[in-house]
């Protein structure tokens, strides 16, 4: 997808309006380390998904100023250039007490939304004082918006599951703006939702947006479904929209990608090739496979069953015991939180525990490496791994699927995916697996391993071509296509005619 495509559509459906993006985690954080003064880009798939949107589009990203000195590198409006290096969009910063940071963030949206939208109902936790810092927070949200839009026409794009009230306030406080929400992880079954209390509410809070986007088809579904059994709605399956209170929102399937280009030219450069040789020797390669995970340290991850299957593998194909070399990246997550701190370890314990029981001369068969690992050198394990593991047991998309496709410019790896994540819609040619399957799963890593290069080439070749075309800017070109097709009923120009590539 050709980035000027993108920015004729804005320029040609939307020529006086401005593109407000509003999510809780911002891309660029400002904060003292023990090296000194940093700023850095965020870890997470938002923050790396929309980050090369903005800085082609343009307009104002609004975000909690988590850093312990974002105050410091803002304006009299809290608004900072970004990115730092070469400014291309404004940061406009949105401050947090530390009262609702631990109710609204680590509270209603990561103990009760989080492990609630991915099935995980023995780990959620509901209490009323969550529930009312999630709606002031979500209320301040909507009032720093409301300034920045400065009663002028604007592209309101709301993202994730922190800030789902914010579509409806907006559209009770101020007519005409353009309403956008993205959901980021999955949405469940209607079985599920109904353990949501202030269900009602929670739904009303998203029918203000105008487009309403998920990552498949699937959870788009399984929304309708809880619409049409909790509220006076007008559903229609057949065209994907519901009716309430006046005013009509379009449900979407537009499954999230990466910025192709920017991994590929990655896994290419100079520096990778010369990080190749020093981790090739560190890990003395030459007669031994390569296995990689990168994830967040988070229970949806599936690192506890993942562990396990590859224990059962080593035990039940011991020909790979000293030539097969698995790696687990896993960065840290939330660790204020309970189960976060357990799961950590469970992990720990898990890798010794195997390290020990297989552990020979010269060979270790599991690394762990928990901590942050940025793009450069995730850049260089994602071209030396032969197979990479995603074992989500639940996973709105998993964007580190699609990362490892476009680093393999050799195409010499394969791809374990787990059903269960959202990804798999897209990536028919990966090696499926079940996670909570562990002699599948032991079987599946057989499998990714003992494939022929040539098959594995053939896989890799079709995954990265489907990537490389549907990318990050084909996503957000059909999400305001989408938009521009129900709200602008006459453009400038036929749409197909202005912005099919020529």
Known sequence: MNKREIANLLENYFPDNKLILLSNRQPYVHKATPRGFVCEMQAGGVAIALDPVMKMVGGTWIAWGSGNLDRKFVDQKDRVKVPPQDPKY?????????????????????????????????????????WNFYKKVNQHFTQVALDEIENKKSVIWVNDY??????????????????????????PNYDVFCILPNRKEFLEGLLGSDLLGFHTSNFCQNFLT???????????????????????????????????????????SKETRAMLVKLRNRFKLDNT?????????????GIPEKLKALELFFERYPRYQGKFIFVQIAAPSRTKIKAYRELREEVIKLVNQINQKYEKKNWQPLVFINRLVDHKTLSVYYRLADLAIISSVR???????????????????????????????????????????TEGFADAINRAIELPLERKKERIKKMRNYIKEYDIYKWTYDIFRSLSQMLIPKPKKDFDEAFIPK
């Open 90 to 130: 404004t940061l406009r910063r949105v401050w947090l007490t530390e009262e609702e940071v631990e109710n609204y963030y680590l509270g209603f949206s990561n103990r009760s939304l989080w492990p609630w939208a991915h099935n995980l109902c023995g780990e959620v936790v509901f209490r009323r004082k969550f």
């Open 226 to 268: 809880c619409v049409e059994k909790e509220l006076e709605a007008e559903v229609d399956f057949e065209s994907s929209t519901v009716r309430f209170k006046d005013h009509i929102t379009k449900v979407e399937a537009f499954p999230i990608s990466i910025d192709f280009e920017y991994f590929s030219s990655l896994a290419g």
């Open 395 to 437: 996973d709105g998309m998993n964007l580190v699927a699609k990362e490892f496709i476009a680093s393999q410019i050799d195409q010499k790896g394969i791809l374990c995916l787990s059903e269960f994540a959202g990804a798999y819609e897209e990536m028919e040619h990966s090696i499926p697996l079940n996670p909570y399957y």
């Open 162 to 187: 922190q800030l789902a009230l914010v579509p409806q306030q907006l559209r009770e406080k101020s007519k005409g703006q353009m309403i956008i929400f993205f959901w980021h992880i999955p949405w």
């Open 289 to 301: 496979i390569l296995g990689l995970s990168v994830d967040r340290l988070d229970y949806t991850k």
